[in-house]
Nanobody
């Protein structure tokens, strides 16, 4: 089974930046659309961004202009560059193989002064 491992979360001040990484254990990574989601306690998991197999990107309105999703097929890795972070971006961030129930373990992002 494909495993997804996220990394790069942490504590950052408002206005700061973080880059999340998600490494996939598959040799056909390039064929998958990939998504980043986030979840806070008591709320449903929500889509943050998606990158297609052809590297087209789609963003939730609340991160447009601040976050960038990208992929490196040679490294089987998808990234989420997060800039101008706000306290409301605090959540556990998960990566996902689009349209499947393949999820990583999540990485905590906390934006606080």
């Amino acid at each position: 089974q494909v495993q997804l491992v996220e990394s790069g979360g942490g504590l950052v001040q408002p206005g700061g930046s973080l880059r999340l990484s998600c490494a996939a254990s598959t040799n056909i990574f390039s064929m998958y659309d990939m998504g980043w989601y986030r979840q806070t306690p008591g709320k449903q998991r929500e889509l943050v961004a998606r990158v297609t197999s052809g590297s087209r990107t789609i963003y939730a309105d609340f991160v447009k202009g601040r976050f960038t999703i990208s992929r490196d097929n040679a490294k089987n890795t998808v990234y989420l560059q997060m800039n101008s972070l706000k306290p409301e971006d605090t959540a556990v961030y998960y990566c996902n193989i689009w349209g499947t129930d393949r999820w990583g373990q999540g990485t905590q992002v906390t934006v606080s002064a």
